[in-house]
């Protein structure tokens, strides 16, 4: 490890006091940004991990957020912002004067942090929360050019169902703690951006990852039954009773435990799966895989990563945010040692 910055303790440097990184990224410059949404403003550290300067604040006005969400550095060493309440990008240099804005069309955000791209050809790639035409729950990525334009509207991806929205009230009310429970036992999608443009992408339960473009083609497919979940415990019991008792049919659900938490593709290519150690806490061990797909072995980082924000790479560095006690947020910089 190279370095963590973060700080719990009102005694220490305030200004590293992060509510919720959605997003982090190594510049050109070398120093790390940080996205807090909790403050509005992006928070740059020097190579040494110290705090050297807030970007923006809350507001509508130029320099200023209101949901920043993801970033990216495009081709010109300028940093691209989504401001998602403001609908706009805040395109930045790298002393974080304004260069312009540009309008984003985008309105359903897909969660707190997301990943953002720029291609090899210079266009955006942005992503949304889209419904199929049966209308469940999707993933829904976009091209857009460096005036807001849309180049592509792709079509939705990982699609899920949305169990929850045929349950009375009365089954809502009587169940609430067992259904908030219930969604670490919850097969979901999880997926990473990688270099090429492409997803990888994988279900939670199982190990098994698949290479697919942006427009839902397969290239590759990794299948591994090195980890397989593991046995139901007394707490999962536990949640379907209550939902039988709230009169909740168990065949609306699929339940279970789960192996996998997150995925991240580096740098290079290769892809880190982070693994479930607890349900509903984050995990400190990751499988690696080549980008090739053989399977390289488990990366144990001592600390447990969040598995909402992404991973930041360049070469063998990683920038990764770690949520400690009290769900705190810090930012982690390390070198990856290849064996």
């Known amino acids: 490890m190279l370095w963590r910055a973060g700080t719990v303790l009102l005694e220490d440097d305030e200004r590293l006091a992060f509510m919720r990184i959605t997003n982090v990224s190594m510049g050109p410059d070398g120093r790390v940004y940080a996205i807090d949404f909790g403050n509005q403003h992006i928070v740059v550290l020097g190579r040494d991990g110290a705090f050297e300067r807030h970007i923006g604040r809350r507001g509508r006005g130029p320099g200023e957020f209101e949901g920043p969400v993801s970033m990216a550095w495009d081709h010109r060493s300028r940093l691209w912002v989504t401001d998602a309440w403001n609908r706009r990008y ?67 991806l990982m699609a899920e169902a949305s169990s929850a929205a045929s349950l009375t009230p009365v089954q809502l009310a009587r169940a609430r703690q067992a259904l908030d429970a219930a969604r670490h ?129 360049r070469g063998d560095t990683l920038v990764i945010v770690e949520k400690g006690e009290s769900d705190v947020n810090l930012v982690v910089k390390l070198v990856l040692r290849r064996g």
């Open 185 to 313: 036992f919850q097969p979901h999608w999880l997926y990473g951006l990688a270099p090429d443009g492409t997803l990888w992408i994988m279900q939670s339960n199982r190990l098994r990852l698949t290479n697919i473009t942006l427009e839902g083609d397969t290239l590759r497919l990794i299948e591994s039954s090195h980890r397989q979940p593991r046995r139901e415990d007394a707490e999962l019991r536990r949640i379907r009773d209550e939902l039988r008792v709230a009169g909740i049919a168990l065949s609306a659900y699929e339940l279970g435990p789960q192996i996998a938490q997150s995925v991240n593709v580096l740098a290079d290519g290769h892809i880190a799966v982070q693994i479930e150690s607890r349900p509903g806490e984050p995990g400190r061990l990751f499988d690696i895989f080549e980008p090739s797909g053989r399977y390289l072995g488990e990366l144990d980082l001592g600390f447990a990563a969040n598995p909402e924000v992404p991973w930041a790479s």
């Open 90 to 156: 805040t395109v930045l240099d790298t002393t974080g004067a304004v260069i312009k804005t540009v309008p984003r069309r985008i309105t359903s955000m897909l969660g707190w942090s997301q990943s953002l791209r720029m291609d090899s050809a210079g266009f955006i790639i942005d992503q949304m929360a889209g419904r199929t035409g049966d209308g469940r729950y999707a993933v829904q990525f976009l091209r857009v050019d460096s005036t807001g334009a849309d180049v592509d509207t792709l079509p939705p």
